[in-house]
Each structure stands twice: as C-alpha cells, then as structure tokens.
C-alpha cells in the first residue's frame, strides 16, 4: 500500500491507496509518486515516474523537491511487487 496525502493536509487526514489504485494513476498527471527508500533502491528499481526522496532527506529536501504544496501525493517505501 501506498499512503496517498495532500500537502494541505494534516498527517492525521492522509488516507491509505490501494496497489490497484496506484496502478491505475501511474499516469495520472495529478497524482505525484513519491520513493521514500534510499538511492540505492531507487536506482534498481521504482515505479515508473516516480520522484526519489529518501526518508532520511526529507527533512532538508522535501521544500525543494515537492514545491507544490497541494499536490496529491502517493508515497510508498517498500518494493512494489
């Protein structure tokens, strides 16, 4: 499962989207995916279109990476097999 939130959103609001979901807005140009695992994972594999921000470097990146604050946002951080 992938957690889907808008920026405009409290954390407490982000709601879960289904694999099945996910799938079906790959290329939805209104949903934004984000890859919360290390480059290194990344690299080897990611959903098509994705956007890689690291856990660890959300803190610092996420401002510059994710600039508009109220895009839908699909996050996921395990291999999606």
């Not at 934004?32 to 959903?47: G, N, Q, R, T």
């Amino acid at each position: 499962m992938a957690t889907s939130i808008s920026a405009s959103l409290t954390p407490e609001a982000a709601g879960e989207i289904s694999r099945e979901e996910l799938l079906r807005r790959l290329n939805d140009p209104s949903l934004l995916i984000v890859d919360v695992l290390p480059k290194e994972a990344y690299s080897s594999e990611h959903l098509p279109g994705a956007i890689n921000l690291p856990l660890a470097e959300v803190a610092q990146r996420a401002t510059a990476v994710l600039p508009d604050r109220t895009a839908e946002i699909a996050i996921y951080c395990a291999s999606f097999t």
